[in-house]
């Protein structure tokens, strides 16, 4: 694919940038970024009420079992998101170059160098934000912590699941973890404060996606759905550097 000769600066009106059509996001990153999304719904309104029971039904326990009923509920999103999550994970070294692992950790120099400018963007001191056709440098790192607790999540849940898993269940297997996390009241603190740390993760995903997709123009929201996005032809070329200098790297 050839780049336009169009030089675009931070006043260029969009409507005059030539437009790529990119497939960026493929169909595992899609699934399992919405299954992960889907069952955090459901992980933290479950999870908030094991924490904090406040159904009052009439009858005997063993009649209703809702306390129960809804720690089974949530025990299956927990496989969900546990399976979704590591998928994802080993996608990272399988999939294509804008899910890659080094999009999320910046080993690359050139990469470490767009951290700054695209922080100015963020702090709206940079009209435009650098282009980066798939993850920038600041959302690599971002997405890079959050994975990190997602596993720590998966830890503490295993790790109280063993408490009270049936004799025969392979969930024993992970009982060492509690001594590691500090004991079951810990590992259930560390649980708790995590959630909280996911869902405010969540409000700013999710206002950072609308956000670009409006300044860039480039479909980002609905990338998530399709795979595709529609960048300026010259971030195939200079990506992430398109108001700072020339210097090439194709598809970062």
């Not at 908030?48 to 029971?53: A, F, R, S, V």
């Not at 798939?134 to 607790?149: E, I, T």
């Not at 995590?194 to 409006?214: D, E, K, N, Q, T």
Request: charged share 15%; proline share 5%.
């Amino acid at each position: 694919m050839s780049t336009a000769s169009l030089q675009v600066t931070p006043s260029t009106p969009v409507k005059n940038v030539s437009l790529a059509q990119v497939y960026v996001w493929e169909l595992p990153v899609r699934i399992t970024h919405w299954l992960i999304a889907l069952s955090m719904v459901v992980l933290a309104a479950t999870g908030i009420y094991i924490g904090y029971p406040f159904l009052m039904v009439p009858g005997r326990a063993t009649d209703r079992f809702v306390t129960g009923t809804i720690r089974i509920v949530h025990s299956y999103a927990a496989i969900v998101f546990t399976l979704s999550a590591l998928s994802r994970i080993a996608w990272m070294f399988a999939g294509n170059k804008y899910s890659r692992w080094d999009k999320l950790l910046p080993v690359r120099a050139i990469r470490r160098r767009g951290i700054l400018p695209t922080l100015k963007f963020y702090l709206f001191l940079l009209r435009k934000p650098p282009g980066f056709v798939g993850h920038n440098p600041v959302a690599g790192l971002s997405y890079m912590a959050v994975f990190s607790l997602y596993l720590v999540m998966i830890a503490t849940g295993f790790a109280m699941f063993s408490a009270s898993a049936g004799v025969h269940s392979i969930m024993h297997r992970f009982d060492f973890l509690v001594p590691l996390l500090g004991g079951l009241q810990s590992a259930r603190w560390i649980h708790h404060v995590v959630m909280w740390l996911l869902i405010g993760f969540v409000v700013h995903h999710v206002y950072s996606a609308v956000l670009m997709s409006h300044v860039e123009v480039n479909g980002t929201v609905e990338s998530i759905f399709t795979g595709w996005k529609f960048v300026p032809r010259e971030d195939l070329v200079h990506s992430g550097y398109r108001f700072i200098d020339r210097e090439t790297e194709k598809g970062g």
